[in-house]
């Protein structure tokens, strides 16, 4: 391996490794406090927790500096930072005797998670690599979303039907989904973005698709809808929706995508609305929730959090100086609450500062990768993190009716952790193509055929043997030059 | 792509700013409203689970104390230590201190001390903010001295009544007992269903009381209720007191003053007429000093006093005394009735209904502390103190944090006044109708009451105070509807000795 030569001026990555000691620290002084707050003295487990956490975030800060050293060095601190605040959140409730809270499985999980991160880092060379998988994608990510429907397997929990159990774990295969889905959506884009972009009619300022394209978007609508009503999880389905929608806007550049694809989601909301009462239920929840009624029993959980936010007011309760018993859920869907109630809305606000440097970061990279796979795949899991965060905070603050989705990295759950750091994965990798100098102009730069470069493509051997090639041939076999822009760029994504 | 993605980046940025804003909305704007929301249970947590400063009686007694606990209030308000028998001595000084929401007595009236929250206490709260230690509340010493409540609970053993015993010279409460009592450490559970149902059950258990005619009569009064200050009963014979001053300080009348006192006395404008207890003439001769009259507590004679002081001299007596206004002792205390005052029936100040009001009949009606502090102006030569329960608030260091400070209430009459009242009430009690209160060696004034309350029994009365030439104790007992109209069962009888009970516990520290 001694041709990966860029590596051997690759950065040191300090940067990320001050960053990582600043995010572990605020992990670890929260779990100091919450022991001292609730225990008098340090946590049992403490410094387990704090030792485990730390050897993970640098493991995969060495693998980071070993295998894309020029990653972007600022959301592995961020997502470590979030899952080390959560960590001393669920040490917090575990202590509390919370039951469903439990430290040291969420522990490992994020050690899963991290490890499995690494471990896709170590395999995935180039984010391309994934473009061969796209229709594999695309029937991976529909078994899963149909998996908790099948009998003996699926189990409905507290209504909605999206869990399924292997032995005595649990799992909620939508998380691993929504990865699968946008590894095909992306395929399915870039191959196809012209066609969906350029043909069809114009109707009052807008370019409407044809017809015969819109199979794809039914396909994915018609998914969404299953999920909607076979596993009644509103958040899924709105998560998968509007993944689509966003990507298919991220290639076409076609309001008249967006403005389909959202008539077609609230002709479906509608009309669900109309025919399940659970679904109306959850609506009336979330229009009055505080109705003394409603308080009792359907809208206890909402109300709750929003007791426990309006409790931590500005600055917080502090450390273990909430009531996160009196919130079902707390450790997992409701964990924004608990943390609302004790960091306050500055700590609120700060996490979300985060999460959106994470989204951000991500939608940045995928501006400057060069591929157009890689675009679409970068903004496409940048958008669902975002998106995920939305349906999941907006449904706690009240902004959309309250459905069942995790907060990424925080809440307790193996899949929702397993899953999102797989997504941080492939930003990282994705982040790394973007930020590996090249030798020729990139983005905004007018583009000069350069026939040379793929003749050098045999340089390339990150990608490993055959990978990098092979990709070369198929973004070549797209044949498009519609736009100098990107369509140079995936030639030149290959020329390092 | 990358003008899309870059469109996407502005969309992402407003869902964060529409989250943040939610966010702020819930913990900033709404918050207060969300805070109050009567379910959220957590307002309450964090107001009850506080270190709540003990109460204290007079020795360093605590009587309620903060016991930490192992849930959500944190700590456990407990009081005499959880023994239910010496906590319903207390209760009525106490309160309870509820997680339901319901908070009571001293915990209720003197909360911003042993919360503390008092801004008395702000130098406290700033040390705890910059050492980052919880609050402290501070503890409240009582003037309730415990020799003298314990005479007087036990004194009016299982009548349903009242004694309050103050001391003249100061307005220092010594003693204040209403029976029936609860224990309150059942109402202060944390099971907030069990506090509820106890909290219910001493509520509506509203004591049963004697009747006229025999049949089931319920007191208005629970046991909850303090009895001394927020309970109001006719007044009765004790009123005569009032009466005396008015015609002393207004008519020039003299212990010695021939006055009338006929057979029987016809009400003003009626053609009701009223007879004295058991129909008994006073005297032979119809006409008796005033002395004399008070001291056997002749009816017909104050009836006929009464209007001759005239409605303007009455009303100005009874709020002279303050007694149409409320007292915070802290607790706040129940007002009087007069006619043409407040209260009355239909407020009727006809010269029939002030003739009555002479013998603390009709329409009048006062609470046992308000009974008490006519004896207590007389015994300090006119001088009313205002009366209160707080010795002293002390913080969590035991640093002083405020000190009562004993001040004149009312000055209802002059000094000479209260001599000729002191030299009667002194007959009444060695010749009179209060021959047991008589304290050997102690020079005791007092006067009783017997008062009609139809359709219930007789509320039976006696207030003093004692030594009578240097007073140390004003005392007043209540024996709600305990008579039975027989000359057994008059405030003579039954509620001089309890008052006997009680200014002996006082006088022999």
Request: proline share 5%.
């Amino acid at each position: 391996m001694s041709i990966l030569q860029p590596e051997e001026k690759a950065p040191a990555r300090v940067a990320e490794a001050v960053l990582l000691l600043v995010a572990l620290a605020l992990g670890m002084g929260g779990m100091w406090m919450v022991g001292y707050s609730l225990e008098d003295g340090l946590p049992e487990g403490f410094w387990t927790y704090s030792i485990v956490l730390a050897a993970l975030a640098f493991t995969m800060h060495i693998v980071l500096r070993l295998r894309a050293p020029y990653a972007d060095q600022v959301i592995l601190p961020a997502v470590v930072l979030l899952n080390s605040v959560s960590m001393a959140m669920i040490l917090r409730q575990d202590l509390d005797g919370i039951n469903g809270a439990n430290a040291s499985r969420h522990l490992m999980w994020t050690a899963l998670g991290i490890v499995v991160a690494a471990v896709a880092l170590f395999v995935i060379r180039d984010h391309r690599s994934l473009r061969r998988l796209t229709y594999t994608a695309m029937v991976v990510g529909i078994v899963l979303v149909v998996l908790p429907l099948i009998p003996g397997l699926g189990r409905e929990i507290n209504g909605a039907r999206i869990w399924i159990y292997v032995g005595s774990f649990s799992l909620q295969p939508a998380e691993f989904a929504k990865i699968a889905f946008a590894v095909f959506f992306a395929g399915y884009l870039v191959a196809n973005r012209d066609t969906l972009a350029l043909a069809g009619k114009k109707f009052l300022g807008l370019q409407l698709p044809r017809l015969r394209d819109l199979g794809p978007i039914l396909i994915v609508w018609a998914v969404s809808l299953a999920v909607l009503i076979g596993e009644k999880d509103l958040g899924t389905s709105l998560l998968f929706f509007g993944l689509f929608v966003g990507m298919l806007y991220l290639a076409t550049d076609r309001v008249g995508w967006i403005v389909i694809g959202l008539a077609m989601f609230a002709g479906g909301a509608v009309v669900a609305w109309s025919i399940f009462s659970h679904v109306q239920l959850r609506v009336n929840i979330w229009l009055d929730a505080l109705n003394p009624e409603l308080m009792g029993g359907p809208s206890f959980q909402l109300v709750q959090g929003l007791f426990a936010m309006s409790y931590g007011g500005m600055f917080g309760a502090g450390w273990g100086g909430g009531y996160p018993e009196y919130v079902p859920f707390a450790f997992s869907d409701f964990i924004y609450a608990a943390l609302g109630e004790e960091l306050g809305l500055t700590g609120l606000l700060a996490i979300l500062l985060v999460y959106l440097v994470i989204v951000q970061r991500g939608l940045r990279h995928a501006v400057g990768v060069r591929d157009g796979f890689g675009k679409l795949l970068a903004g496409g899991l940048a958008f669902v993190m975002a998106l995920q965060l939305f349906v999941v905070v907006g449904g706690i603050t009240r902004l959309i009716p309250l459905t069942g989705l995790t907060l990424p990295f925080m809440a307790q759950g193996g899949s929702s952790l397993l899953a999102n750091w797989i997504v941080i994965a492939l930003m990282l990798r994705i982040s790394d193509a973007a930020r590996r100098p090249s030798a020729l102009p990139t983005r905004g730069a007018l583009a000069e055929p350069v026939p040379a470069a793929v003749s050098n493509s045999g340089a390339i051997e990150v990608g490993g043997p055959g990978v990098g090639p092979v990709q070369a041939g198929t973004e070549a076999g797209a044949g498009r030059n519609t736009t100098p822009d990107d369509a140079t760029q995936i030639v030149r994504g290959v020329d390092l | 792509m990358n003008a899309t993605l870059r469109r996407l980046s502005t969309v992402v940025m407003v869902m964060f700013l529409a989250l943040m804003v939610s966010t702020t909305w819930i913990q900033f704007v709404s918050a207060g409203s969300l805070n109050e929301n009567p379910r959220n249970v957590r307002g309450t947590y964090s107001a009850l689970s506080r270190d709540r400063g003990p109460i204290v009686v007079k020795g360093g007694e605590a009587i309620a104390t903060s016991v930490p606990v192992e849930d959500n209030y944190k700590y456990q308000r407990t009081y005499s230590d959880g023994d239910a028998g010496a906590a319903a001595v207390y209760a009525p000084l106490t309160g309870y201190y509820s997680v339901v929401g319901t908070i009571s007595g001293m915990e209720r009236y003197a909360n911003s001390y042993l919360a503390g929250e008092d801004d008395s206490l702000w130098l406290d709260r700033l040390q705890n903010l910059i050492t980052g230690e919880e609050a402290q509340g501070s503890s409240v010493e009582l003037t309730i001295d415990p020799k003298v409540q314990k005479a007087a609970w036990d004194a009016l053993g299982d009548y349903t009544g009242a004694a309050v015993a103050m001391d003249p010279k100061t307005g220092a409460i010594l003693a204040m007992v209403s029976k029936p009592s609860y224990d309150p450490n059942p109402l202060a559970s944390h099971d907030s269903e069990a506090a509820r149902v106890a909290a219910e059950k001493v509520i509506n258990d509203k004591p049963r009381v004697n009747s006229v005619g025999g049949e089931e009569r319920f007191s208005p009064y629970g046991p909850t209720i303090n009895r001394t200050i927020n309970a109001t009963f006719p007044p009765g014979s004790t009123f005569k007191l009032l009466t005396s001053a008015a015609a002393i300080e207004y008519d020039g009348k003299t212990p010695d003053t021939e006055i009338p006192a006929p057979n029987t006395y016809t009400l003003p404008g009626t053609s009701t007429d009223v007879a004295n207890f058991g129909g008994i003439p006073c005297a032979a001769s119809q006409q008796m000093t005033l002395l004399e009259a008070l001291e056997i507590s002749c009816n017909t004679a104050f009836l006929n006093l009464a209007d001759e002081v005239g409605k303007d001299g009455m009303q100005r007596m009874f709020q002279d005394f303050g007694f149409t206004d409320s007292i915070e002792v802290p607790m706040t205390t129940s007002v009087g009735a007069y006619p043409g005052l407040i209260g009355g029936e239909n407020d009727d100040d006809s010269d029939a209904r002030i003739a009555l009001s002479g013998i603390g009949q009709g329409s009048v009606r006062m609470t046992p502390l308000q009974v008490a502090m006519i004896s207590a102006a007389i015994a300090n030569d006119g001088d009313l103190m205002e009366p209160y329960l707080i010795q002293s608030v002390r913080d969590s260091d035991l640093e002083l944090v405020s000190q009562t400070k004993p001040s004149r209430y009312k000055s209802p009459f002059s000094s000479s006044t209260a001599d000729a009242l002191t030299k009667m009430m002194e007959a009444v009690v060695s010749n009179g109708s209060g021959k047991g209160a008589q304290i050997p060696g102690v020079a005791v004034a007092g006067k009783t009451g017997t008062a009609q309350d139809e359709p219930r029994s007789p509320s039976l009365w006696f207030t003093s105070f004692a030594p009578a030439d240097d007073p140390q104790v004003a005392v007043a007992v209540v024996l709600e509807n305990e008579g039975q109209s027989t000359n057994e069962t008059t405030g003579g009888a039954l509620a001089s000795p309890i008052a006997k009970q009680i200014m002996q516990a006082a006088i022999s520290k």
